[in-house]
């Protein structure tokens, strides 16, 4: 089953419609909106199909009930009417009075735009429903007009305030006193101008009908350029998996070769750092993690992220207590407090008492004062 968009017109003038006094919105009753015809419709290669609406099918249960609460628009969207674009497109609405007379649908209509109200005042009064369709090629002919298409399985999506519709005068917004017209050409500026639905890039279109070949016309090319750049894409893709395929290999053993490049640049470069730090005074450093351990009497001494100041602070404060204070004094003064901690005066590397000169705190030379008395001095 092929499902397709269709758009059609009807008109009347409007009668015995109502403005709101509180709200201004404009209501008509018992306005006709569909009715059973033949209708002509062409094809995007140029040629005509007649199709036909059926009572059993545009009159039908199922059909009466879509038109029930939908949406009306100022023209149409061009798309259905969904609850993803009803801000943009709906200008009022059909009530839930959809009913049949005869051969013809109704139903009550609310408009509640400014816009659509004063462009209905001003004789934009045709009607055109937006549906979806089952067209199914049956011959046959209804009311002396022949068809070879059916429309089944209606279901009306919209309805649109139109400037012109088809199949002539007999569905517009009317009132209940409104009578049916018989189909007359349409007027403009003294000049008679027919129209004709078009389907074009899967959708029907209305146009002029002296419009009807060049629309069909540039359809057709749009579709065979089309045609050909996706027959080119794929040539291009076709070719390109080519390409790559071919280049695999010797992209994955480059590849191998930059990592292996990478991983020996990264091992020299570890290297020099490691020199680096035993030039920094690493091993003096290791040193002084022996000595600080040994101090604490913790072998298992967490000396990382400390600094050489930091570690000789943990020695005095084990041996001294946490009573010292270093806070806001010099490294100067740290060390003279780790030196103390050292064997008195036979230790290696001690140069004697330390002389008192202007440049020193009142607590650093007190401080090397106390450390050459504990070294005999």
Do not use: W
């Given at each position: 089953?092929?499902?397709?968009?269709?758009?059609?017109?009807?008109?009347?003038?409007?009668?015995?419609?109502?403005?709101?006094?509180?709200?201004?919105?404009?209501?008509?009753?018992?306005?006709?909106?569909?009715?059973?015809?033949?209708?002509?419709?062409?094809?995007?290669?140029?040629?005509?199909?007649?199709?036909?609406?059926?009572?059993?099918?545009?009159?039908?249960?199922?059909?009466v009930a879509s038109a029930n609460d939908k949406p009306?628009?100022?023209?149409?969207?061009?798309?259905?009417?969904?609850?993803?674009?009803?801000?943009?497109?709906?200008?009022?609405?059909?009530?839930?009075?959809?009913?049949?007379?005869?051969?013809?649908?109704?139903?009550?209509?609310?408009?509640?735009?400014?816009?659509?109200?004063?462009?209905?005042?001003?004789?934009?009064?045709?009607?055109?429903?937006?549906?979806?369709?089952?067209?199914?090629?049956?011959?046959?002919?209804?009311?002396?007009?022949?068809?070879?298409?059916?429309?089944?399985?209606?279901?009306?999506?919209?309805?649109?305030?139109?400037?012109?519709?088809?199949?002539?005068?007999?569905?517009?917004?009317?009132?209940?006193?409104?009578?049916?017209?018989?189909?007359?050409?349409?007027?403009?500026?003294?000049?008679?101008?027919?129209?004709?639905?078009?389907?074009?890039?899967?959708?029907?279109?209305?146009?002029?009908?002296?419009?009807?070949?060049?629309?069909?016309?540039?359809?057709?090319?749009?579709?065979?350029?089309?045609?050909?750049?996706?027959?080119?894409?794929?040539?291009?893709?076709?070719?390109?998996?080519?390409?790559?395929?071919?280049?695999?290999?010797?992209?994955?053993?480059?590849?191998?070769?930059?990592?292996?490049?990478?991983?020996?640049?990264?091992?020299?470069?570890?290297?020099?750092?490691?020199?680096?730090?035993?030039?920094?005074?690493?091993?003096?450093?290791?040193?002084?993690?022996?000595?600080?351990?040994?101090?604490?009497?913790?072998?298992?001494?967490?000396?990382?992220?400390?600094?050489?100041r930091d570690m000789k602070i943990d020695a005095v404060?084990?041996?001294?207590?946490?009573?010292?204070?270093?806070?806001?004094?010099?490294?100067?003064?740290?060390?003279?407090?780790?030196?103390?901690?050292?064997?008195?005066?036979?230790?290696?590397?001690?140069?004697?008492?330390?002389?008192?000169?202007?440049?020193?705190?009142?607590?650093?030379?007190?401080?090397?004062?106390?450390?050459?008395?504990?070294?005999?001095?």
């Amino acid at each position: 089953m092929v499902v397709v968009q269709r758009v059609d017109y009807d008109s009347v003038p409007i009668r015995d419609a109502k403005i709101d006094d509180q709200t201004g919105f404009l209501y008509v009753r018992r306005v006709p909106i569909a009715q059973a015809m033949v209708q002509t419709y062409y094809k995007p290669d140029g040629t005509e199909t007649q199709e036909v609406k059926l009572p059993k099918y545009i009159l039908s249960d199922s059909t009466v009930a879509s038109a029930n609460d939908k949406p009306v628009t100022n023209d149409h969207p061009g798309e259905l009417v969904t609850k993803s674009n009803s801000r943009k497109y709906m200008r009022g609405f059909t009530t839930s009075n959809a009913h049949v007379e005869g051969n013809v649908l109704y139903n009550d209509v609310a408009i509640t735009d400014a816009e659509l109200i004063s462009a209905i005042q001003n004789g934009k009064k045709e009607l055109s429903i937006g549906f979806e369709t089952e067209v199914v090629p049956e011959s046959g002919e209804y009311n002396g007009v022949k068809y070879d298409h059916v429309q089944k399985n209606i279901k009306i999506n919209h309805l649109a305030v139109v400037q012109r519709g088809r199949a002539g005068h007999t569905v517009r917004l009317v009132g209940d006193s409104a009578v049916n017209v018989a189909p007359s050409d349409f007027k403009q500026k003294g000049k008679s101008m027919e129209t004709k639905v078009v389907r074009a890039d899967g959708q029907d279109i209305t146009v002029a009908a002296e419009d009807v070949g060049k629309i069909t016309k540039l359809d057709a090319d749009n579709s065979a350029k089309a045609k050909q750049i996706a027959e080119l894409k794929a040539q291009q893709k076709a070719l390109q998996d080519k390409i790559d395929k071919l280049e695999g290999k010797s992209k994955d053993a480059d590849e191998a070769q930059a990592k292996a490049d990478s991983l020996e640049a990264d091992n020299k470069k570890l290297k020099e750092e490691i020199e680096q730090l035993k030039g920094d005074g690493l091993d003096q450093r290791l040193d002084l993690i022996d000595k600080v351990k040994t101090l604490v009497g913790d072998s298992a001494y967490d000396y990382h992220g400390k600094s050489v100041r930091d570690m000789k602070i943990d020695a005095v404060k084990a041996i001294k207590g946490d009573s010292m204070d270093f806070e806001g004094k010099s490294d100067t003064y740290v060390d003279a407090a780790f030196d103390m901690l050292e064997t008195p005066k036979s230790t290696a590397g001690y140069a004697g008492p330390t002389k008192k000169n202007d440049s020193m705190k009142e607590d650093e030379a007190d401080l090397f004062k106390a450390r050459d008395e504990a070294y005999g001095y």
